[in-house]
């Protein structure tokens, strides 16, 4: 009898919670200081300030709270509902995370072609989360060096990496060493490395400036930030309570166009902070984005066969 009560109370409980207003707690895997922090605030208030008495996100904090490269499993078994990562920082979880910084065309594109929704079969099915919406795009990782390169060879250097660039700088030859973000300045300090990966925005918020000479040119892949979620936390939502969640994803795409000056205002900023800036030839330059590309493809192709070849065609047309 006592069980059958039980029983019944805890099938009420979700229908319930969805009727109150849902309390998303919210990590970010990239540090406080980030400007990914500081363009994802200001979308959080407008969030809840339109969503009284439906869906809240409450933000906990940046790496202190959880580590940079324990975030995805936290969402995953849902530690916390949200988090702002990139797909690097959870190949633990899957490795077609990391694939998603091989997109050519953007998170709008992407929705309208049907990579939104084969990114999001495959986040639900392989590791419990949705893909609710991509915040950062259209800007490219860079090599950084504090010593000069005349050609695209980093034998006897030692490079700060996350998946993201692991294989393509060890095809150059380099000493890897993985380190999360907010590890980066003190082994450029210390160092014990020679050189980092990172988007062409952002060294100045960690004062990686301070330590960094050159910027190895072209740029290569797309850096992909987004927000995901707990997929049972979603499926425990209201319908109104999603669709509110869905229009506040696609306002903090809408956003994505600030990429493109921060991107200009940062090119011009590390020129002026004495970062001087390593430009292979025309030959050499393609050469070395062929093969960014090209290695990168590989890797998915041997990781993840079915899903690498699906996202190609759906990451480039
Ligand atoms: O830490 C990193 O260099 C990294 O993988 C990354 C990914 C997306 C945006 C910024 C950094």
Request: glycine share 6%.
């Amino acid at each position: 009898m006592k069980k059958t009560v039980c029983l019944s109370l805890a099938a009420l409980v979700p229908a319930l919670a969805s009727a109150q207003e849902a309390n998303l707690r919210l990590v970010s895997a990239f540090p406080e200081t980030a400007t990914y922090v500081k363009h994802m605030m200001p979308w959080i208030q407008k969030f809840n300030a339109g969503g009284k008495g439906l869906a809240r996100i409450n933000f906990i904090g940046g790496p202190k709270a959880i580590p940079t490269f324990e975030v995805g499993t936290s969402v995953k078994n849902g530690v916390v509902e949200m988090a702002m990562n990139t797909g690097a920082f959870y190949t633990n979880l899957m490795p077609e995370a990391d694939f998603l910084k091989l997109t050519q065309i953007t998170i709008a594109r992407q929705r309208k072609n049907g990579a939104f929704d084969y990114i999001n079969k495959v986040w639900n099915r392989k590791a419990n989360l949705v893909y609710l919406a991509r915040m950062v795009d259209e800007t490219p990782f860079h090599l950084y060096l504090t010593k000069k390169i005349e050609k695209p060879d980093l034998a006897g250097l030692k490079i700060r990496i996350t998946p993201v660039y692991r294989d393509f700088f060890a095809s150059m030859g380099a000493t890897l060493i993985q380190t999360p973000p907010g590890e980066v300045y003190t082994a450029l300090e210390r160092g014990v490395v020679d050189g980092y990966g990172w988007p062409i925005h952002g060294i100045f918020d960690l004062n990686w400036h301070e330590k960094t000479k050159f910027r190895v040119d072209p740029g290569f892949y797309n850096a992909e930030v987004s927000i995901i979620m707990n997929l049972d936390a979603w499926k425990k939502l209201s319908a109104k309570q999603r669709g509110y969640i869905e229009r506040q994803a696609l306002a903090l795409e809408s956003m994505n166009t600030a990429w493109r000056k921060l991107n200009q205002e940062d090119t011009k900023r590390q020129a002026q902070a004495g970062i001087q800036t390593i430009k292979f030839d025309g030959a050499t330059s393609k050469a070395y984005l062929d093969k960014a590309y090209d290695i990168a493809w590989a890797g998915a192709m041997k990781q993840s066969p079915e899903h690498a070849l699906q996202m190609r065609k759906l990451f480039s047309e």
